[in-house]
Every structure is written in C-alpha cells, then in structure tokens.
DNA sequence: CGGAGCGGCGCG
DNA sequence: AAAGCGCGCCGCTCCG
C-alpha cells in the first residue's frame, strides 16, 4: 500500500456530554488531546476531514451512535475504525493467534447502539451499548492494533476491518439518504392487486372476493383464513387432506378452493407485509429510511431491522423512483457466490465457465449438464449442501468439472461437521459449535448412546457442515460487496455536487440532496441515486468499483465479476 | 396482558 | 417443484 501514512483520532467521552478527541499513532500512542462539547463535534470532524489527505480514521466505538448525528449536521466522513464491529471480527478470527486479551474484553460484544434512541428515555438501559469512556475506547483501539500486527495475515484482517467499518458508514449513511419512494406508485399498486381500499375495517375488495371464493369452495361461511390450524381443519373437512397450509403443499392438491386460497394468502401476504400501513409507517416523506445493520449476519452479510429492507417485493419495485431530474442506477453482479468460489479455490474450470456473463450458460457450454436451470440448481446445491433431490443428483457432475471448487466446500463441511471452525478469505471466522452441539455429540460418543443418540449426533453435525459450508462462500461474498460499496462510494463522494438539489431535498437531509449517493444495498445489488446528468459517470464507477473489489480480493485471478447495470427512472426489475 | 414459538413467505 | 444456506416480519397460538 501506498499514499500518505494514516493516521488516527479516538473520540470517545459521550456520556459526559464532553467529547474527547485523542490523536494517536496507528499504535496507539498518545499523540495530542482536546475536549469539545457536543455540539462542537460536527464543526471539529468538518475541519480534520476538509484537510485531510485521505488517509485519516476515526476510530469510534459504535459508528451507530456517533455517525447520525453528524450527518444531521452535514458532515460526513472518509474512513473510520468501528471498534465494535471489528471487535467481534478479531475476537474470533482464526487469523489471530492470541485473542485472549480480545476475548476478555467482553463488554466490546455488546449490541449495537442507536443513536436516535439516545435522545429518548434510554440512555440508561440495558441496551447502552459498547463502553466510550475515552480509556477504554483507547485500550481496545490498542489491543485490537496488536491483535493485527500480530496475526497471520495483518494484510487481510486491515482489508477487512476497512471495508467492515466502511460499511458501517455506509449503512448509516443509506438510513439518511433513504431510497426515494414514491407513495401514488405504491398506493396504485396495491389498488390494482388488492383492491379499493377499505375505509372501515375491512378487508380490501379483492382480497375480500378471494376470502369469499374459499370460504364457498370450503362450504364454510364461517371458515378462518388467517389460523393455520383452524384452516387446516377447513381443508380436511373439504376433503384436501394437507398437512401444511403452504404454498407448495396446496399447490399439489387438485381441488376448487386451492387457486383462490393462494390467491388469497398472496395478496394477505402484500397486505400486511407491503400495504398502505407499511408505506404510512415507513415511507411517509418520500424515501424509504430502514435501518441497516452491518455485520447482523455471521457470515457478515448485513441484517435489516424495520421495515423489512431485504425483503422488498420485486413487485413494488415501482414504486422506487428517481426524483425528477435524477435517475436511479442499479446494478447487481451476475451470481456473485459461485464466481467468488472460483476464486477462493483459484479453479480455473470453474473461471472459464464464469468467463463470459453467464456463469450457468458456461456450464452448460463446458457440457457438465445440459440446461441452464440444472446448472443453476446444481450450483446451488453445491453452495447449500444438497444431498437429495434433482439437486444433489447434479452435484457430482460439478465434483468431476470443478474438482477445486468442490474441494473447497466439501473441507469446509467435513471440518464444520468434526466441529470446527472455517473462515472467509479475508479472516472472519465461523462461530464455535454451541454448548448443546457438543453436548449431543459427547452423547453419541458414551458408550451407552442409544441408536437415537447416534442419529440424533449424526444430523446435528451434518447441519453444520451445511453451514461452514456455505459460510466460506456467503461470508467472502460479503466481503466482495463490501469491498464493491466501499470504492464506489469513495469514487461517488469525488463527483461534483449539483445546483440545484431535488426537490425533496428535505427528504434526503443536507447531504445527500446534491449529491449522487448510495440509496440501497441488498446482498449483491445496490441503487444508486444520481443527477440524470451524471448517470453515465456514476454507471462507469460502479463497474470500475467492481473491478476494484476484485482486484483488491483476489488480486490478478482471471475472474469476470460482471454486473448487470440499468440507468433508470425507477428501480423495476426486468 | 406481553413475550416466545411457530408456520408461512418475502428477499439474497 | 422444494430437497440444501442466510435472514426479518407477519398473524396466530400458547403460556405465564
């Protein structure tokens, strides 16, 4: 790495009201000191960030609890070091060879903070978060510096704990941004799926003619649709002798009130999951604000906590819109878990097969299977573990095409099944099996376990190779986007500002009005919200970001990370 | 009454 | 079409 030498302020000291920054060394030595009060904090970050060479952290104990409110005031910044986030990182790497003291420090595992919820009733609940008395902030900066320098591989875990804290900025700064929403599209999709809408109680119309075909074809006026026992009994009495009330279980009975229940249960689902109470809720001004949580997954994907943000139904991608003036520009990468798996495992069979931009087309070309969608099932089962079905059928064509790649995911499963610990290719290690785990695997290994015991161990340790085996390839997925997020919002802070912000500028805060800016990110897709005039320059960073990504990973690997990219008014999947 | 658990389904 | 990974949220039911 070159570029000027980083260098660090702690800020810390929240709780008394007084904020205290501490430049150090990228060690932790003391290098200077001062106090500000609170308010006083956007206007110091302003001054360090509008001189500083690119180069310069914060280092923080919660970016959560620090970041949003100086993002109200209309600052941003560069980089910064989230001791909690990279806390649970190194504590359990298995590229850090002493984690003791890391491991000691139990009070960096807390849950995160919420800066919002401070100025509320909760600043001395349980829920207070990771320590910030300067001190402490500066013990664990230190213990986490040497936990690095000390590692196996110092280069990985600092790429790692950049874009980890990078995409805590991120995650914050999309919660401000928000995704621009446009309520008449949304209200005009739920009418047109479900009906006028009720004034009263009621359900809407067409929900409510759905409810009235089963109840007829159930010969029950009376029927309930909504209780999956009391449903299940109606189904029985109705001669559909189903187990379950799911969807695909329904599906395979040939009977009159199975459309119009699916019917029903899908437009129920929009209802209460999508409908006009959501978008009341959580879409009131124009943008769609949920709450991201980085890291919330253990593989380090990103969780969502309100409003269901990884959950949005393509349906309602409409209602995704540009402000006027501006366009939206979306992007994903083409199966981004498989491609990352043939670099991790450098197979080059499975590369070549990547190569054009269809990794399944490739397959089928490379004459492993014969159609797309049995390359894709059987992918997919390699990834997820499938043993039965068309899937596991498939998997040992790949075992004999891509014999690397399959090694890969087959070692991660044998060593999570022996109750071992795998890792992602930058270091973020899998959790240790639980305490029960290893209880029903010490049963079966008694020498009075009954057969039960046996089998009991047997599917416990087949579950968890399962997930080993697919945690190496989600968890260094994660990495690749956040890698991908991290570069493209650095080369979308670098384009100029416009004129004239959009008119919902409120909406989006004093930031993000003039600016193109990161709106969503899902997994392997992110939006970003642009003036029209720079759509082509914003399209050109988000490939050129991916590129980066896959350098910065996996170096020259010759691996095609392609995305398929749209410049448009709304967000509708094609 | 509130919380935990569950079936079900949306997303990757 | 649902075997195989990871989530969050909904409504209902059960239980203290």
Redesign the pocket.
């Known amino acids: 790495m070159t570029g000027p030498a980083p260098t660090w302020t702690i800020v810390a000291g929240r709780d008394l009201d007084r904020v205290v920054l501490v430049d150090v060394t990228s060690d932790g030595t003391e290098l200077s000191r001062r106090t500000a009060g609170r308010d006083e904090l956007p206007g110091l970050v302003r001054a360090v960030e509008s001189r500083a060479d690119g180069a310069h952290r914060w280092v923080w104990n919660d970016t959560s609890r620090w970041y949003p409110a100086l993002l109200n005031a209309g600052v941003d910044v560069a980089r910064c070091h989230d001791l909690r986030l990279c806390h649970a990182i190194l504590a359990t790497s298995a590229l850090v060879s002493d984690a003791a003291d890391l491991r000691d420090a139990v009070v960096w595992s807390a849950p995160a903070g919420d800066d919002e919820a401070d100025d509320a009733l909760f600043l001395l609940d349980e829920r207070a978060g990771v320590p910030d008395d300067p001190a402490e902030v500066r013990g664990e900066f230190v213990r986490q510096q040497a936990a690095v320098h000390a590692s196996d591989d110092p280069d990985r875990l600092r790429l790692l704990l950049a874009a980890e804290s990078a995409g805590a900025l991120i995650a914050a700064e999309l919660h401000a941004a928000g995704l621009p929403w446009d309520a008449e599209v949304h209200d005009r999709l739920l009418t047109q799926a479900l009906g006028t809408r009720p004034s009263g109680g009621g359900l809407p119309s067409l929900v409510q003619a759905r409810a009235d075909e089963v109840r007829s074809a159930l010969g029950d006026a009376q029927a309930?649709l909504?209780?999956?026992?009391?449903l299940?009994r109606s189904l029985h009495r109705a001669g559909v002798p189903a187990r379950?009330?799911?969807?695909?279980?329904l599906?395979?009975y040939d009977h009159p009130v199975v459309a119009p229940l699916l019917a029903y249960?899908?437009l129920m689902?929009l209802l209460?999951?999508n409908g006009w109470a959501?978008l009341a809720e959580w879409a009131p001004d124009g943008r769609f604000r949920p709450v991201y949580?980085p890291g919330?997954?253990?593989?380090g994907?990103w969780?969502?906590?309100?409003?269901?943000a990884?959950?949005?139904?393509?349906?309602l991608r409409p209602a995704v819109r540009a402000d006027p003036g501006w366009v939206l520009v979306v992007a994903?990468v083409a199966q981004l878990e498989p491609r990352v798996l043939a670099a991790m495992s450098r197979d080059i069979a499975l590369a070549d097969a990547a190569r054009g931009t269809d990794l399944y087309e490739g397959i089928v070309a490379g004459g492993v299977v014969s159609t797309r969608q049995e390359a894709k099932?059987a992918v997919?089962?390699a990834m997820?573990?499938?043993?039965?079905?068309?899937?596991?059928r498939l998997v040992p064509a790949l075992r004999r095409a891509y014999p690397r790649a399959m090694a890969l995911v087959d070692d991660a499963a044998r060593v999570g099944e022996d109750g071992g610990i795998v890792s992602t290719w930058l270091g973020r290690s899998s959790p240790p099996p639980s305490a029960a785990w290893q209880a029903v695997q010490a049963r079966a290994s008694d020498a009075e376990a009954s057969s039960g015991d046996d089998t009991a161990a047997r599917r416990a340790a087949r579950?968890r190779g399962?997930?080993t085996?697919?945690?190496v390839v989600?968890g260094t997925a994660a990495e690749w986007a956040l890698a991908w997020l991290a570069d493209l919002r650095s080369r979308l802070a670098a384009l100029p500002a416009v004129d004239d912000g959009h008119p919902a500028a409120t909406a989006s805060g004093p930031l993000f009005s003039r600016r193109a800016h990161l709106a969503f990110f899902?997994?392997?897709?992110i939006i970003v919200h642009a003036p029209a005039a720079q759509a082509e320059e914003v399209a050109a960073a988000v490939r050129m970001s991916a590129e980066r990504a896959a350098m910065l990973l996996f170096g020259g690997f010759p691996l095609d990370f392609p995305l398929d990219l749209r410049i448009a008014a709304d967000a509708a999947k094609a």
């Open positions: 309930s909504d209780s999956q026992p009391k299940l379950s009330t799911s969807r695909w279980e599906a395979e249960k899908k689902r209460s999951a959501w949580v919330g997954v253990v593989t994907r969780a969502s906590s309100g409003g269901g990884l959950q949005l139904p393509r349906q994903d099932i997919l089962g997820y573990g499938a043993t039965t079905g068309d899937s596991g579950d399962r997930f085996r697919n945690f989600q899902l997994h392997d897709e």
